[in-house]
C-alpha cells in the first residue's frame, strides 16, 4: 500500500483562482448570491454545503485512493469519513426520537474506518448509507422549525443537533482536504 508520505503535486481544478478547489463560476455549493433567510435556514444551508463539500473531495478517486488511509496508526479515510458520517446521522436521528435506538451500521467501535476498503461494493454501500441517513434525519427534523424545541429521550434542543451537525461535517472537511492533497495534491478552498 502505498503511503500517505509521498509528496504528490500540488495541483487544483481551478484555472481563474489556482489555489481553489473550483472556480466560483463553477462551484455547486450557494457561497454566492442571497443569503439564507433566518437561523434554520442559515444552519440547513450551512450543512448542505459542507455535505457537498465532502462529496466534491472524493469524487474522481480510485477505490484505493478513497480507501487510502493517513498516517499509522490513524484508520482515518475518505471512504471512513463517508460511512462515519453516515453512522453520525444515525447516532443523530437516534437522539431525537422516542423509540427504541436503531443498531449502529457498523457493529463495532471504529467500524465505520476500519470496514473501509477498497471494493467497490464498500463504496457503493458507504454512499447509499449516508445518502440514507441523512434523508431520514433531515426527515425527522423538517417538522420542528423552532429552533429551541426539544426532542427524544435527552431533550436536545433543535439548535444543539443542527450546529452539532454543521460542525461534525466541518471538522472532516478539514480533514478531507489533507487527505485528499495527500492523495493527488489536490488542494481544497
Not at 484505493?64 to 460511512?83: F, H, N, Y
Not at 467501535?109 to 457503493?124: C, K, L, R
Not at 431520514?136 to 434542543?157: M, N, P, S
Amino acid at each position: 500500500m502505498r503511503r500517505m508520505t509521498d509528496q504528490p503535486a500540488r495541483w487544483s481544478q481551478a484555472s481563474v483562482y489556482p489555489d481553489m478547489w473550483a472556480d466560483p463560476d463553477d462551484d455547486p455549493r450557494s457561497s454566492e448570491g442571497v443569503s439564507a433567510e433566518g437561523e434554520l435556514e442559515t444552519l440547513r444551508t450551512f450543512l448542505a454545503d459542507y455535505r457537498l463539500t465532502l462529496r466534491m473531495k472524493c469524487e474522481g478517486l480510485e477505490p484505493e485512493q478513497l480507501a487510502r488511509r493517513s498516517v499509522p496508526p490513524s484508520t482515518m479515510s475518505l471512504l471512513g469519513l463517508l460511512r462515519h458520517l453516515a453512522e453520525a446521522e444515525r447516532d443523530w436521528l437516534n437522539w431525537i426520537t422516542d423509540g427504541e435506538p436503531l443498531p449502529k451500521l457498523y457493529g463495532e467501535p471504529d467500524g465505520d474506518f476500519n470496514g473501509a476498503v477498497a471494493e467497490q461494493a464498500v463504496i457503493d454501500a458507504a454512499y447509499a448509507a449516508l445518502e440514507r441517513e441523512q434523508a431520514a434525519t433531515d426527515a425527522a427534523l423538517a417538522g420542528h422549525a423552532d429552533l429551541g424545541e426539544r426532542l427524544g429521550k435527552d431533550g436536545i434542543a433543535v439548535r444543539e443537533l443542527m450546529v452539532h451537525r454543521v460542525e461534525e461535517y466541518a471538522r472532516h472537511c478539514g480533514h478531507a482536504d489533507l487527505l485528499r492533497e495527500c492523495i493527488d495534491g489536490r488542494v481544497g478552498q
